[in-house]
T-cell receptor
């Protein structure tokens, strides 16, 4: 158990809809990263948030957006869903200082299916 | 850009057999290297890490040594158990990127039979 929690665990949407995924970071962690894991592939970095600001972004279109809140929890929003957005979405939390500096701890993920 | 290449799976083994999963990387700088494990229906768990050349990471009987000269970080275990059945991911994080963002390989599925 990492202490990173994600909700919901599963979600089914139709093409064109919008979705919001949520993540609570591990206690003491102020950085949250989001990854997309398509079936049979490794996770791909979407973006990272530190102190409520986006701190780096991977090769994903602007319809993927995020937020981080003062308690360091985070949301991932995806607009205009496409079939290819079907994947496991993983949240990871970390901290930029200390013994476990920048080690990313993952939640169990949200499985999104787009029909 | 940076990349990680892992041997393709599935790798099927009998209990108590030796396991090796090959991982090589391409990076512009001096990355930290990681192995993560994903059990069925779960997220990723950090298995071990190494932050500089010749470092050896170890955990739960698994080992991997950071080899700069061959740009490799192969995962090994001397005697696997059925409970080791999972997907294993090799990953890197650039030192120059101080925020720990990870670049993953495609993963290797390991199936251990009794």
């Amino acid at each position: 158990e990492t202490g990173v929690t994600q909700s919901p665990t599963h979600l089914i949407k139709t093409r064109g809809q919008q979705v919001t995924l949520r993540c609570s970071s591990q206690s003491g962690h102020n950085t949250v990263s989001w990854y997309q894991q398509a079936l049979g592939q490794g996770p791909q970095f979407i973006f990272q948030y530190y102190r409520e600001e986006e701190n780096g972004r991977g090769n994903f279109p602007p319809r993927f957006s995020g937020l981080q809140f003062p308690n360091y929890s985070s949301e991932l929003n995806v607009n205009a869903l496409e079939l290819d957005d079907s994947a496991l979405y993983l949240c990871a939390s970390s901290r930029p200082t200390g013994l476990a500096k920048n080690i990313q701890y993952f939640g169990a993920g949200t499985r999104l299916s787009v029909l | 850009g940076d990349s990680v290449t892992q041997m393709e799976g599935p790798v099927t083994l009998s209990e108590e057999a030796c396991l090796t999963i090959n991982c090589t990387y391409t990076a512009t700088g001096y990355p930290s290297l990681f192995w993560y494990v994903q059990y069925p229906g779960e997220g990723l768990q950090l298995l071990l890490k190494a932050t500089k050349a010749d470092d050896k990471g170890s955990n739960k009987g698994f080992e991997a040594t950071y080899r700069k000269e061959t740009t490799s970080f192969h995962l090994e275990k001397g005697s696997v158990q059925v409970s080791d059945s999972a997907v294993y991911f090799c990953a890197l994080s650039e030192i120059a990127d101080s925020w720990g963002k990870l670049q993953f390989g495609a993963g290797t599925q390991v199936v251990v039979t009794p």
